[in-house]
């Protein structure tokens, strides 16, 4: 090509992206990612539908897709390439990154953080107003008709440890009589309300929807509190936390007008290694600059502080999201 001709192509070139900027064309290609959540219907689903909202109203070449998912397989679906974010939570994270159960020896080395304060989401589990047992009696009962999430989530293997914990097992209880079921929250709430089941294990942030549909149903119902040596097996075995559904988040479910004791987890938000850091900035960026949205997305994410967002992360801060934090001066 002789000079004349380059010359031609830098002005044509320049020429174009002159439209381009005039026009508000994006100078980012196209990007395709897939964001694991939670179980429809359920705290996590509605959070990231709208954190994703959000984040590709700001930047129209970001396009997320949205599909359920649970905080155990979560970090393997970001680990095996097939999600580039899902939501996480703290002490499974940690159990991923490090091959721990219940990962399998298994490294998922391609984790990493978007910072966390996401949703802390306390452990629910409600019962018939007229069963008068507390949660141990419960558990221990080889005639147990529960219902939880799918299999591979959060909720579903804190059920499995907390059975252990009282020798009992799902075999044990279906020999017996009993049952133990896996569904979404509304097939868990329509088998509550049904009379198929009669305790419903579940997990989200105050006031969850679970929570608050069965509350509005036609069977009455009441929250149990966790007794102490389960949840301290949970915290110092597993690393789970200790906390309270406050007095009054639910009127018919706390009768009472007295504090739920109960276990707790934190949630993140995770992200594939593989994606690049301009785009963990940007997701990151929009995100903290929006933060002002999140109360009219779910109440708890009122909670949510940059400022703290990024410390004591189960795995490593990506270092889009350390860039965004830092420029933003949330972050030194």
């Given at each position: 090509?002789?000079?004349?001709?380059?010359?031609?192509?830098?002005?044509?070139?320049?020429?174009?992206?002159?439209?381009?900027?005039?026009?508000?064309?994006?100078?980012?290609?196209?990007?395709?990612?897939?964001?694991?959540?939670?179980?429809?219907?359920?705290?996590?689903?509605?959070?990231?539908?709208?954190?994703?909202?959000?984040?590709?109203?700001?930047?129209?070449?970001?396009?997320?897709?949205?599909?359920?998912?649970?905080?155990?397989?979560?970090?393997?679906?970001?680990?095996?390439?097939?999600?580039?974010?899902?939501?996480?939570?703290?002490?499974?994270?940690a159990a991923a990154s490090k091959g721990e159960?219940?990962?399998?020896?298994?490294?998922?080395?391609?984790?990493?953080?978007?910072?966390?304060?996401?949703?802390?989401?306390?452990?629910?589990?409600?019962?018939?107003?007229?069963?008068?047992?507390?949660?141990?009696?419960?558990?221990?009962?080889?005639?147990?008709?529960?219902?939880?999430?799918?299999?591979?989530?959060?909720?579903?293997?804190?059920?499995?440890?907390?059975?252990?914990?009282?020798?009992?097992?799902?075999?044990?209880?279906?020999?017996?009589?009993?049952?133990?079921?896996?569904?979404?929250?509304?097939?868990?709430?329509?088998?509550?309300?049904?009379?198929?089941?009669?305790?419903?294990?579940?997990?989200?942030?105050?006031?969850?929807?679970?929570?608050?549909?069965?509350?509005?149903?036609?069977?009455?119902?009441?929250?149990?509190?966790?007794?102490?040596?389960l949840m301290a097996h949970f915290a110092e075995?597993?690393?789970?936390?200790?906390?309270?559904?406050?007095?009054?988040?639910?009127?018919?479910?706390?009768?009472?007008?007295?504090?739920?004791?109960?276990?707790?987890?934190?949630?993140?938000?995770?992200?594939?290694?593989?994606?690049?850091?301009?785009?963990?900035?940007?997701?990151?960026?929009?995100?903290?600059?929006?933060?002002?949205?999140?109360?009219?997305?779910?109440?708890?994410?009122?909670?949510?502080?940059?400022?703290?967002?990024?410390?004591?992360?189960?795995?490593?801060?990506?270092?889009?999201?350390?860039?965004?934090?830092?420029?933003?001066?949330?972050?030194?």
């Open positions: 090509m002789n000079k004349t001709a380059q010359s031609m192509g830098r002005r044509l070139a320049a020429a174009l992206l002159g439209v381009g900027l005039l026009f508000g064309t994006s100078a980012h290609a196209d990007e395709n990612l897939e964001w694991a959540s939670g179980s429809p219907g359920g705290s996590w689903f509605t959070i990231v539908t709208g954190l994703s909202n959000i984040v590709q109203e700001k930047n129209p070449d970001i396009k997320i897709r949205v599909v359920p998912g649970g905080g155990r397989d979560n970090p393997t679906f970001i680990d095996k390439g097939i999600s580039q974010l899902g939501m996480g939570i703290d002490f499974l994270a159960d219940p990962y399998a020896g298994k490294k998922h080395e391609t984790l990493r953080s978007l910072g966390g304060t996401w949703a802390p989401a306390e452990f629910h589990v409600i019962v018939p107003a007229d069963d008068k047992r507390t949660l141990d009696q419960i558990l221990a009962d080889p005639k147990i008709r529960i219902g939880t999430s799918p299999k591979a989530t959060s909720e579903e293997l804190t059920l499995m440890r907390a059975l252990e914990f009282y020798q009992n097992t799902p075999d044990k209880i279906s020999a017996a009589g009993g049952t133990v079921i896996n569904g979404t929250y509304n097939q868990l709430i329509s088998a509550f309300q049904d009379d198929q089941i009669d305790v419903l294990w579940g997990a989200g942030s105050v006031p969850t929807g679970i929570a608050l549909e069965v509350e509005t149903g036609r069977r009455d119902a009441r929250l149990v509190n966790f007794p102490e040596p075995k597993f690393g789970y936390g200790k906390g309270t559904i406050p007095a009054g988040s639910y009127a018919k479910l706390q009768p009472t007008g007295e504090p739920t004791t109960v276990t707790t987890m934190e949630a993140l938000i995770l992200v594939s290694s593989t994606v690049s850091e301009d785009t963990a900035y940007r997701i990151t960026k929009t995100l903290i600059e929006n933060r002002d949205r999140f109360p009219n997305i779910y109440k708890v994410l009122a909670k949510y502080d940059p400022a703290t967002a990024w410390q004591n992360q189960p795995v490593a801060l990506h270092p889009g999201a350390e860039k965004a934090y830092k420029e933003l001066g949330f972050m030194k």
